[in-house]
């Protein structure tokens, strides 16, 4: 998929919302088994609210027919979200859409959470390094976050 040709990445549409809450909420079932069933429903309502509010950068990775296999939020430079949907893990779409970011922007930054160790290898993977931890997210709560960092590339 990271080399399809029939893939690609564009701005997300106000039709690709209901598919992407959907997507964040089979992919967070599927790698981050720290959180309770009851925790993933308290936060797809802020999950909700994030992907049908009118300003975020949302960028869609679509199949050959234009339906939405993962999407990854940007805030500035920093990758404030990104999912799959769990058919298409490890089948490049997460590097190429880390590849558009940096494209995009340079240098990327990332929080991961630290109870997510496959979503740290994805990051470090793709060049990222751990350059501080927090013991709870954004909001408080006890998922600790580690927060990462990618150079812009080096150009001739």
Do not use: K
Not at 54 to 72: C, H, Q, S, Y
Not at 127 to 146: I, K, M, N, Q
Request: proline content about 6%.
């Amino acid at each position: 998929m990271a080399d399809d040709p029939t893939t690609t990445i564009d701005r997300a549409r106000r039709d690709d919302r209901d598919p992407l809450v959907g997507i964040w909420l089979r992919s967070v079932r599927a790698t981050h088994g720290f959180l309770t069933e009851d925790d993933i429903q308290g936060l797809l309502p802020e999950v909700r609210d994030y992907l049908h509010a009118d300003d975020p950068e949302l960028w869609v990775l679509r199949d050959a027919t234009g339906a939405p296999l993962g999407f990854m939020g940007m805030a500035g430079s920093d990758v404030a979200a990104l999912f799959l949907a769990p058919e298409h893990h490890r089948r490049g779409g997460g590097r190429r859409l880390i590849r558009f970011a940096q494209d995009l922007r340079g240098e990327l930054t990332v929080s991961v959470n630290e109870q997510n160790p496959g979503a740290i290898r994805f990051y470090e993977a793709c060049g990222f390094v751990v350059e501080s931890r927090s013991a709870t997210d954004d909001d408080g709560r006890p998922y600790p976050l580690l927060r990462m960092r990618l150079a812009a590339p080096v150009t001739a």
